[in-house]
């Protein structure tokens, strides 16, 4: 009953449904999901529920809280991901928070070689201020063949940020790996990059039901230029010393998407972190081990959580196998992103995901520890 009752109070307090249509709709799923017995009590709670307006219920509620805690309050967060933002952010806290509770807007991506952004923006799309492959579309994407052929995929423009990043740092000549591909839109952004070199792209996806969505992501590229399988990135399927580029875009909390997954920042738990990172550190000690000496590798999450970022890179660092490389050098036209050496995007600044992506190159073998 307690999920009805929130969806109740949700269409109340931050939709523009009448109360009595918002009252009445949730009765009757109350009625029909629960049983009769409830409809009187559901009734009765959501009428108390719309005698305010959704700041008189946050006035009512923030009590004595102060700072961070009227702040997470105040902009819907858990009090631990509002403390992470503050890390990061300091006196940006507040605009960060508040950009996840904006929706937004669907962003394009051409698969180069497949298509032309200018193509995109002749239909009537915007173009993405950074990346150059983006392109802003205010309809439904299916309805344009692009899309549906593959030639054209939806990805936010962080994402197509991070990929540009790691094709535009020196490496070696050879072929790229995208160790957690899943579902395929970084690995299809970077089966067209890699085309200009003349050199093929491995998709790798641990689950595979994710192996056939990535599959699917690139079925517009020649068979010649990609390669997707399903293996586990922690048991590789493939030799060390085997890539010039990698892509270690690996499991997280997804804070860096809340705006996309709102509901996702009650469901993550700080705790989460506690399997999360080994998993993240491991990962990217693979990608480490799977380039040529000389060869970089991106290690990239949708999350901007210290213990998600800058530690686990921190902590390869102190392997010594690795350097780090200048990231936001890599995207001089995005202002505004160095995190340190690394970049670090966010939707109050850039309208993109919070993507983070450290880029690193593996030492010579004489020059490791």
Sequence with gaps: MVDVLRLGTHQLLAMRVPTHAAVGATVELAAGAIGERVAGVVNAVLRKVAQRDMEGWLDELSGRARGLDL?????????????????VLGDETEAALEADNASPRTTLVVRPGLYERAELVAAGAEPTPYSPYGAVWDGNPTELAAVRDGR???????????????????APLGPWLDLCAGPGGKAALLV????????????????????????????????????VIAADGLRPAWRESSFARVLADVPCTGLGAL???P????????????????????????AVASAVPGGVVAYVT????????????????????????????????????????????????????????????????????
Aim: charged residues 25%.
């Design 71 to 87: 702040l997470a309050l105040r902009s819907h967060h858990p009090v631990w991901i509002a403390r992470a933002f503050e890390e």
């Design 152 to 170: 054209v995929g939806v990805q936010d423009e962080g994402s197509q940020l991070v990929a540009l990043a790691l094709s535009r740092a020196e």
């Design 192 to 227: 067209g990059l890699a085309a200009s070199s003349r050199v093929s792209v491995l998709a790798a996806e641990r689950l595979p039901h994710r192996a056939r969505l990535v599959a699917s992501a690139l079925r517009a590229f020649s068979p010649d230029q990609r390669w």
């Design 259 to 261: 705006r996309r997954r």
């Design 263 to 286: 509901e996702a920042r009650w469901r993550r738990l700080e705790r989460d972190l506690d399997d999360l990172v080994p998993l993240q550190l491991a990962l990217l000690r693979t």
């Design 302 to 369: 949708c999350s901007p959580h210290a213990a998600e970022t800058e530690e686990v890179v921190a902590a390869v660092l102190a392997d010594g196998d690795v350097e780090v490389v200048d990231a936001p050098q890599l995207l001089p036209e995005v202002p505004n992103a160095a995190r340190g050496p690394y970049v670090q995007l966010w939707p109050h600044r850039h309208g993109t995901d919070a993507m983070f992506c450290a880029i690193l190159r593996r030492k010579p073998s004489g020059d490791a520890r």
